[in-house]
């Protein structure tokens, strides 16, 4: 195999490296797999030393106080949040899915090779579906599916796609998304950055004002990404940030036996018939590929160890068309 370049993202997700990294990336191999139950459990085992997932996969009421006060993760220690009476109330008595356990998993990425997949039928058959950043799927669902057990949803999420909820119309949009994945957990890590600090006090409010008309269970979490950021350290992945999906395949990890993992492919091109791909899979038409993310994130990094594990069958990833 010839010589892959390390250092620069933008050369890994480059056009002309196609050639290099359908040979390295051995798309053929990806299509024979079976589960390897030894490899899950080795993988469940190793994560557990470093951080209980089932138990910190939220804040509870009992784990925090009124009052007390909350640091970064990614913020000088200087900064803080302090939980409000509102908080409070919001967190859950338990976190959810304490203790369970599910058979199949998928775990959604938002990466352009979803699109014209066909893949959604299959997601939507796992026991669990976990998706990303309060992914659309209205409008994908042939290519993602439409169930959702979780999604993650960074406060920032208000700012960029609902106006800072500062208009009824925005407001009304929120919610009517927010009661679309009824039952649900909302994962909303608001304890990263303090720049989250003050629209994380407008989502409590939010969520607050609309408690009744709302089906989606909340969770915050705590020091579970510090965790999980070490775990992956020992196995030299340490970047500025861990992906959002990285972070969700290593929880679903903790308490799903058959993972699969679709929409991740964080590479300009697809990956059989090399044609241009958007970042996204919901981008609009014509949108380019971006590499925003190469300020935070070693996405061709996670690839390579999520394509170990596929080999070691502690994972499935799917590429390519599910039809
Ligand atoms: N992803 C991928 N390939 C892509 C796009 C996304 O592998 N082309 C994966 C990444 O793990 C990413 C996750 O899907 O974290 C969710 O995608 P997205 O919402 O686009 O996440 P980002 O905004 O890029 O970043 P963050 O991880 O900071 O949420």
Same mark, same amino acid.
């Given at each position: @195999? ?9 050369? +890994?997700?480059?056009? &002309?490296?196609? &050639?290099?990294? *359908? $040979?390295?990336?051995?798309? $053929? ?13 080795? $993988?469940? @085992? ?19 106080? !009124? ?8 913020? !000088? &220690? ?8 509102? +908080? ?7 976190? !959810? ?12 990425? /938002? ?26 799927? @209205? ?9 959702? #057990?979780?999604?993650?949803? /960074? ?21 009517? *998304? ?23 006090? @407008? ?8 408690? #009744?008309?709302?089906?989606?269970? +909340? ?20 970047? &500025? ?31 059989? #018939? ?10 609009? *038409? ?25 080999? $070691? ?11």
């Amino acid at each position: @195999t010839p010589p892959v370049p390390r250092n620069s993202a933008t050369r +890994l997700t480059g056009r &002309k490296n196609l &050639k290099t990294y *359908r $040979q390295r990336l051995n798309l $053929q191999e990806l299509k024979h797999w079976s589960l390897n139950p030894a490899a899950v459990h080795h $993988q469940r @085992t190793e994560l557990a030393s470093f951080v209980d997932v089932s138990a910190e996969l939220s804040l509870t009421r009992s784990t925090l106080l !009124p009052g007390q006060l909350l640091h970064f993760d990614y913020s !000088p &220690k200087h900064y803080v949040f302090v939980v409000s009476a509102a +908080l409070h109330s919001l967190l859950p008595i338990l976190p !959810p899915f304490h203790g369970r356990h599910f058979n199949s998993c998928a775990v959604v990425g /938002n990466g352009g090779v979803l699109t014209g997949s066909g893949c959604g039928q299959r997601i939507d058959t796992a026991d669990f579906v976990i998706r990303c950043n309060f992914a659309p799927t @209205t409008g994908y669902v042939h290519d993602v599916g439409n169930r959702t #057990s979780l999604t993650t949803f /960074n406060p920032s999420i208000i700012d960029g796609r609902y106006g800072g909820l500062l208009t009824a119309n925005d407001r009304e949009r929120f919610l009517n *998304r927010l009661q679309e994945l009824d039952g649900a957990v909302l994962w909303i890590p608001a304890f990263l950055f303090h720049t989250s600090a003050v629209i994380t006090r @407008t989502l409590v409010d939010f969520f607050l004002e609309n408690k #009744s008309r709302l089906g989606v269970q +909340l969770a915050w979490p705590g020091p579970l990404v510090g965790h999980i950021t070490r775990f992956w350290r020992t196995r030299a992945l340490a970047p &500025k940030r861990l992906s959002t999906g990285m972070l969700m395949y290593t929880i679903a990890s903790a308490f799903c036996d058959e993972i699969s993992l679709y929409g991740f492919w964080p590479f300009a091109w697809e990956p059989i #018939s090399g044609r241009p791909l958007p970042y996204h899979y919901y981008a609009r *038409r014509g949108a380019r590929f971006t590499t925003a993310w190469q300020e935070a994130h070693q996405l061709p990094a996670e690839f390579r160890l999520f394509q170990q594990l596929h080999g $070691q069958g502690a994972l499935r990833l799917h590429l390519g068309s599910c039809t």
